[in-house]
């Protein structure tokens, strides 16, 4: 039935892709006695793996045309997805998903620097409340206003790489697949966190171990469910419901991990959710999201 509806049939694969990036956000938060390093590198690993078996079936076929390009996107994207990791088992789930997930704000601005986009007054006006919505969130637990702890510094960084990992895909997709430019990510990802998570990670254990085995089908079903839906459906449209992931992610941590949130912090999350929401909204090729 599904396959008659094509526009359906995105929707439904971009929600399933938004379910399964927030199960990995929660798997990542249930074992954060587990080092950051070693869930990112069990996550490229294993995202490696999968799309190594599907191109051995000749389910897909990869394309380098740009491997410049391709590995920037690779290192962008990696560094988000570390800093995404460690801002779960730090700041928590609630907090760190909503700031990760201000990154169309920062790829809007990467792409008026980098593509020459021109952006309004009233987009501007958007972006800089996006901001003031971070900053709440970031200080919603602190002591003072100025008093910004550097966990929710590192995951507005990886908002940051996220941005511009969004519009080096959006340049790429001219020439690369959707599968070549989701393999460079876990290629780049794998050999940039391999040292240190090989250094500083002890015994993990086999229940941990499992867990970091979901992870990584989590994140790569995610990240495959999204590309197979952005075939049937406009990115502004796939982007504004891959916004259901911070949603999903403040239920989990408050009901699943009994995080709380302080009326700044939720001002700030409304804020920052309606922002993004309002910039993808505004774009008829807004960028999708890469923070899985």
Request: with cysteine; aromatic share 12%; glycine share 10%.
């Amino acid at each position: 039935m599904l396959a008659k509806h094509p526009y359906l049939t995105g929707s439904v694969m971009m929600v399933c892709s938004s379910i399964c990036f927030s199960i990995m956000a929660g798997l990542v938060r249930s074992i954060p006695h587990i080092d950051s390093y070693a869930i990112a590198f069990f996550r490229f690993a294993i995202g490696l793996a999968l799309l190594g078996s599907l191109a051995l079936v000749k389910k897909i076929e990869f394309t380098f045309t740009h491997s410049t390009l391709l590995f920037l996107r690779g290192f962008f994207g990696g560094v988000a997805v570390l800093f995404f990791y460690l801002a779960i088992n730090t700041i928590g789930i609630s907090k760190g998903t909503v700031i990760l997930y201000s990154s169309p704000i920062f790829a809007t601005i990467a792409g008026v620097i980098f593509l020459g986009e021109k952006v309004s007054i009233q987009r501007w006006l958007i972006i800089f409340a996006a901001f003031f919505g971070i900053y709440l969130i970031a200080t919603s637990d602190a002591q003072s206003l100025l008093d910004i702890g550097k966990y929710d510094l590192l995951a507005a960084l990886g908002a940051l790489s996220a941005g511009v990992a969004i519009v080096l895909v959006k340049k790429l997709r001219a020439t690369e697949s959707s599968h070549s430019i989701f393999f460079a990510q876990s290629v780049v990802g794998f050999w940039l966190v391999f040292i240190p998570a090989n250094v500083t990670t002890g015994s993990i254990g086999m229940s941990a171990g499992f867990v970091l085995l979901a992870i990584g089908i989590a994140a790569s079903a995610g990240q495959l469910s999204m590309t197979y839906a952005f075939r049937h459906l406009p990115v502004s449209t796939g982007s504004l419901i891959g916004m259901l992931v911070p949603v999903f992610n403040i239920a989990i941590g408050v009901i699943g991990f009994g995080e709380t949130i302080s009326k700044r912090g939720i001002a700030g999350i409304l804020i920052v959710l309606v922002s993004c929401s309002l910039v993808l909204a505004g774009k008829r090729d807004a960028y999708p999201s890469v923070a899985g």
